[in-house]
């Protein structure tokens, strides 16, 4: 199944998106989540398959979110998990010396 995805920017909070059908664009959002999102800005269009690979998430979750409740909300990742992951690329780098 190839969905037609349409990513939003939140201008509020960095690293916060909202992925929606391109087709519904941003009709099946609750008001109060877009007011604490802000003015949603466009950063990309793309066609999503189950076996697309996202950086923080799987596909077959924002799809099955797109069905229902018809958006996937991308909060920023935590400090803590940053953090983690830098911690792991400085070992994986000395790793490979």
């Given at each position: 199944m190839?969905?037609?995805v ?12 909202l ?24 950063a ?8 697309r ?44 010396h």
């Open positions: 190839k969905q037609l349409e990513i939003f920017r939140s201008p509020k909070e960095e690293g916060m998106y992925y929606v059908k391109r087709e519904e664009g941003l009709e099946r959002v609750p008001e109060d989540l877009l007011r604490r999102f802000g003015k949603p800005q466009s990309m269009v793309l066609a999503l398959t189950p076996e690979k996202l950086a923080r998430t799987t596909a077959e979750r924002v799809l099955a979110c797109l069905e229902e409740p018809g958006y996937y909300l991308q909060m920023p990742p935590s400090p803590h998990a940053d953090a983690e992951a830098a911690q792991v690329r400085l070992h994986n780098s000395k790793l490979g």
